[in-house]
């Protein structure tokens, strides 16, 4: 292939990527075909094809370049000496800006074709790396809370508190205030929360029997 055909190559397949993540954002990934996409990118319906074998690649090549350096924000951050409370914090922080600004893309990189976050080995890479991500926080509570590693109540309190991540995201999908506002202005509140689970966590172990 020459230099001439490899950028023509690489610019159609940037514009794939770019028409999908458009079309998936704006309709839903479930309601756009590869042929909308295709048309979108200006390419054929059938060349497509000899970039992306079918939508769950392209969901892949989309989702997975910012959920790994989220990864990697949350290693360096797990990896600093702190307090598992402070470290649960920052993760948190972190989770919350990701997703405020990545608002239209929010439900595309963390629901879209998603499996059980106690699933050990899924068979999409994607859910792969999500699930990995989860189980950072899962580790992290545990510390927080003092549970060993096999109590099934650090996946529970885990899926609580990723209930109230959620929340959070979805609360401001559609406000008008850029991430960096939002963060700014409701970090304090956003660290309240965090602060409010772990004391009704606590309360919940100290309220059940000693675990045998």
């Known amino acids: 292939m020459t230099t001439k055909q490899k ?6 397949r940037k514009n794939i990527v770019e028409a999908a993540g458009k079309l998936f954002a704006g309709k839903g ?3 756009v075909t ?6 979108e ?5 059938t060349a497509i ?6 939508k769950e690649a392209l969901l892949t ?8 350096a989220l990864l990697d924000k949350f290693d360096a951050l797990l990896g600093e000496d702190r307090p598992p409370e402070h470290q649960l914090k920052a993760i948190s922080l972190a989770f919350i800006g990701f997703c405020l600004t990545n608002r239209n893309m929010y439900n595309l990189f963390f629901g879209t074709k998603s499996v059980r976050v106690d699933d050990d080995s899924p068979d999409m890479e994607l859910n792969r790396l999500r699930n990995h991500m989860f189980g950072k926080l899962i580790e992290t509570l545990r510390a927080c809370l003092g549970l060993e590693s096999d109590d099934p109540r650090a996946l529970s309190f885990s899926r609580v508190y990723m209930f109230t991540l959620n929340g959070i995201a979805s609360t401001y999908a559609e406000s008008e205030e850029s991430a ?3 963060m700014n202005r409701l970090e304090p509140t956003f660290l309240l929360a965090s602060d409010v689970l772990l004391s009704g966590f606590r309360q ?3 309220s059940e029997p000693e675990r045998r």
């Open 204 to 206: 919940q172990l100290a």
């Open 180 to 182: 960096e506002q939002l």
């Open 49 to 54: 094809y000899i970039y992306f074998k079918d």
């Open 61 to 68: 090549q989309l989702s997975m370049p910012p959920l790994q």
């Open 7 to 12: 950028l023509k190559s690489e610019e159609t």
């Open 34 to 39: 590869m042929r909308e996409i295709a048309k």
């Open 29 to 31: 990934y479930d309601s």
């Open 41 to 45: 990118a200006g390419c054929s319906h």
